[in-house]
């Protein structure tokens, strides 16, 4: 089998595989949510209605029917890409997702590329002069930024942007006296598309902080990755033979070494991007930031079943479809990789 | 060598250069962004949590019900001094001698920001949709019979039996009117981002953490006193302080701030620096004892309790006074006298009822006070309880302390999983009834336990047949007579001892000193429309 051949033919087999794993996420989902304690109708009424009142609306929101009954429907609602109503407004759990995915991904993708910038930046400069003051300065920044608690983190930069010095705003995700640009839901797009700056700086004013923290805080993974795949890329024959030509250390460093040494951070960042879908709740709680692990975090605690299975079924096949494009990605870029 | 040095030191000036210009030009951004300080802009409200849904029939929320309350109207509206004022409705509710038709007369000149009409059939249907199809319906609980409208503008309520609180139910913003025209395309369902009522704003722009609101330009009564508010939700506690601190917001109006932040917001106010006000205190916090429960089950162990509570300490530890100490389940703005019902701290009464109930002296009662453990405020209660029970009456009383989300609490409150649990209610309209009822209330009695009732769905599965009686005849009642009923309910609930009030908690508001002072009706929501920029 050739290579283009392998590679389709392992696509098309992670492919085939998406449906059976985000039916086990689903399936497990579904019963994990039913069996821990607390209950919609409750999360709704509180403690108050009377007995009549909770089974009117238990009925009403379709949680009176026998569990696999509902297990069914939900499955079947699922396989016609229909996620169903919340059940705490009685909203499309679609159109929630889709007005919360974007918000993610924005500061999701903004991150990676302040991670990328600080870490490619601080592991470049390490490499250059090894075991080197900026070196060890290099390597404790990426275990510090590692190590950090994300909220302690994201706290003391809102303080000191947003409260000590006042230049960025506090939190949300657009200046409350702008109207919001119409369109995709990633607010720099719409705000170019629609050729308004005012909204556009609105826009990068309320990301930068977000942004930033998450980015310094994923940094470290960044820098450390390259400096020990830079250290053994730079250890090996073909360098020593371009050192040896007398071609100079930066121009061997970056043209050389660089390139082979960045395909492991292009896992990371597909990784770390499907992470941060769903997994930047921290930075979105203390930012305000109306993304979609903010809602999951609400819908878990409001119990709101349909709404949790629909986010962790969107989360889980985008999940399975960056990693898939991050080893295709690899394999062309990497000849030596087969599948 | 030099020459290396000197490119690199030129390479560090760069860099440096690069970076001050940067921050100069973030500076800048903070320079021409800011929030209202310009005339005619819209003023920033804030407060925590999102808004889901502006349906009046879906609203349970304080800040939806807040926003709910400056798009739409009600028949009537408490005021501050607690006396109903008509809105919609012409004049007050004209009650039958049989008490089971009121009558009300409708204003004649209302649009709804559709431009469409305001009259009696709106308001049938808005009765109506919510009756069939409102989160909260059980709140009429059957009590209606059914909607007539004789005239254009004449509403007539048929009952099924008396109701008393029903002028209360009526200042209720589930019953805010809706556009007919508009809401009757999408039957039996949620409209949750938008709200085409009659008041003095219309909504403009909706998404759950933002809501632009503008004045409606044929609003019948005064044109609101603002250009717009426009409303921006946060996270968290110290995200909002945040932004009333630095001036990102105009308004921090919230009931979710943390006790902390809300001191040194009131500390700030007395310094002149922000402006503080107040609104009626509507949500109550109080422990209910599960009556049915072995420790718990003698009155007399739960009178002991009621006695061994310091609520003026505990209020000043927790909330640094800020929650007033409460002896009564109905809030002071809709008491029905001043006398506070429950008993006093005194550790010496406390400590003879222990006694006499067979404990002490190396036999001591431990409590497990349940807590909800995403309430802050709950979690330092109980601890505070708990220490306050062991410098008091450590050789009768030990607390022993359980943290649970509030959702599970409330699924498992029915059960008589927990013997002591702290809980807040709100009545869903301000009527003594709409705190005694929900509380107190129970469908089947045997002995002095409920088998079904609202006492069962509360946790404290205590009953008295006499409240019941009271709960009935008080509905048929009118003036002092019916006032006179209820606080009979509330001695028979106090000697009962099933119910521990602790404090209530008003709602607040901060605002930025070139904003007017800010007022809140008798329902304890703010008044928007009254709220102005100093130098407009």
């Known amino acids: 089998m050739n290579r283009s051949k392998a590679l389709l033919h392992y696509s098309l087999t992670r492919l085939a595989l998406a449906p059976i794993m985000l039916w086990l996420i689903s399936t497990l989902v579904f019963f994990l949510l039913r069996i821990a304690p607390g209950d919609p109708v409750d999360a709704i009424l509180g403690n108050r209605a009377d007995f009549a009142a909770r089974e009117a609306l238990r009925s009403k929101l379709g949680l009176d029917s026998p569990l696999i009954h509902q297990y069914f429907s939900y499955l079947k609602g699922l396989v016609h890409a229909d996620l169903g109503l919340s059940l705490n407004n009685q909203e499309s759990v679609s159109q929630i997702i889709a007005k919360t995915l974007p918000a993610s991904l924005e500061l999701g993708i903004t991150a990676i590329i302040v991670a990328a910038i600080i870490g490619i930046s601080v592991g470049l400069t390490g490499v250059a002069k090894p075991e080197g003051k900026t070196d060890l300065a290099g390597r404790l920044f990426g275990i510090g930024t590692y190590a950090l608690p994300p909220f302690w983190a994201a706290m003391l930069i809102q303080i000191l942007f947003a409260v000590i010095l006042g230049w960025l705003p506090v939190g949300g995700r657009f200046p409350p006296v702008l109207e919001t640009p119409k369109g995709s839901g990633f607010l720099i797009i719409d705000s170019i598309v629609s050729g308004n700056i005012n909204a556009l700086f609105g826009t990068f004013r309320h990301l930068l902080l977000p942004a930033s923290t998450l980015g310094i805080l994923l940094s470290g993974i960044f820098s450390r990755s390259l400096r020990i795949n830079l250290e053994k890329v730079l250890n090996t024959n073909y360098i020593q033979a371009a050192r040896s030509r007398g071609i100079t250390e930066k121009n061997v460093i970056i043209n050389h070494a660089l390139p082979n040494a960045l395909l492991p951070l292009l896992t990371i960042a597909g990784l770390t991007i499907s992470s941060l879908i769903g997994g930047a709740l921290l930075i979105e709680v203390t930012f305000s930031w109306p993304g979609i692990a903010l809602q999951l975090q609400e819908a878990i605690s409001q119990r709101d079943y349909t709404m949790v299975q629909g986010i962790v079924v969107v989360i889980s096949s985008l999940v399975v479809l960056i990693s898939l494009l991050i080893d295709l990605l690899i394999a062309f870029i990497d000849p030596r990789i087969n599948y | 060598m030099n020459q290396l040095r000197g490119i690199k030191k030129k390479e560090t000036l760069n860099f440096v250069i690069q970076f001050l210009a940067f921050i100069a030009l973030l500076s800048q951004f903070s320079c021409t962004y800011n929030t209202s300080k310009e005339k005619n802009k819209p003023i920033i409200l804030a407060s925590k949590g999102k808004i889901d849904s502006l349906d009046p029939a879906q609203a349970s929320k304080l800040l939806a019900i807040q926003l709910i309350s400056a798009l739409g109207d009600t028949l009537y509206r408490i005021n501050s001094d607690g006396s109903l004022e008509p809105r919609l409705a012409k004049e007050k509710p004209q009650v039958s001698k049989d008490g089971l038709t009121i009558l009300i007369p409708l204003r004649e000149d209302v649009l709804f920001h559709d431009n469409t009409p305001f009259n009696a059939k709106a308001m049938a249907f808005s009765i109506e949709r919510f009756i069939n199809i409102g989160t909260l319906n059980y709140i009429i609980n059957d009590r209606i019979k059914s909607i007539e409208t004789p005239e254009e503008f004449l509403l007539k309520i048929k009952l099924e039996k008396p109701s008393s609180s029903i002028n209360g139910l009526l200042t209720s913003i589930n019953l805010t009117p809706v556009s007919p025209i508009y809401y009757s395309q999408y039957k039996g369902k949620f409209i949750n981002e938008t709200l085409i009522g009659t008041g003095p704003y219309k909504l403009i722009n909706y998404s759950p953490e ?69 609104g009626p205190a509507m949500q109550i916090g109080y422990i209910a004892f599960n009556t049915k429960a072995k420790t718990l089950k003698p009155t007399i162990i739960r009178q002991a309790l009621l006695h061994s509570f310091d609520r003026e300490l505990i209020s000043e530890q927790v909330s640094y006074g800020l929650r007033e100490p409460l002896r009564a389940l109905i809030p002071p703005i809709i008491q029905v006298n001043n006398v506070p019902q429950w008993p006093k701290y005194d550790p010496k009464t406390a400590k003879k009822f222990f006694k006499e109930a067979g404990l002490c002296n190396n036999n001591k009662l431990t409590l497990i006070l349940t807590f909800r453990s995403n309430v802050p405020a709950d979690k330092l209660l109980a601890l505070t309880w708990k220490e306050q029970v062991k410098r008091d009456l450590s050789d009768c009383l030990e607390i022993a302390l359980n943290g649970v989300e509030s959702t599970t609490v409330y699924k498992q409150l029915s059960d008589g999983i927990y013997e002591a649990v702290i809980l807040g209610w709100t009545g869903d309209y301000p009527d003594p009834y709409a705190y005694l009822s929900p509380l107190l209330d129970c469908k089947e009695i045997v002995i002095d336990l409920c088998k079904e009732g609202e006492a069962v769905f509360g946790g404290t599965f205590w009953a008295n047949k006499d409240i019941q009686k009271s709960l009935e005849k008080s509905e048929s009642l009118l003036g002092n007579k019916r006032l006179e009923e209820l606080r009979k309910i509330e001695t028979i609930a106090a000697d009962g001892a099933s119910l521990l009030p602790i404090w209530i908690l008003k709602p607040r508001v901060w605002v930025q000193k070139d904003i007017s002072q800010p007022e809140f009706d008798g329902s304890g929501r703010l008044r928007l429309d009254m709220i102005r920029k100093k130098h407009e």
């Open chain 2, 210 to 278: 933002r809501q632009s609101l503008v004045p409606f330009d044929n609003y019948w009564d005064e044109k609101p006193a603002n250009s717009g508010i426009n409303y921006i939700s946060f996270n968290t506690s110290a995200s909002l302080f945040n932004a009333i601190k630095t001036s990102q917001v105009d308004i921090l109006l919230s009931n979710s701030i943390e006790d902390g932040h809300r001191l040194s917001l009131h500390r700030s106010s007395q310094k002149g620096d922000l402006i503080e006000a107040e």
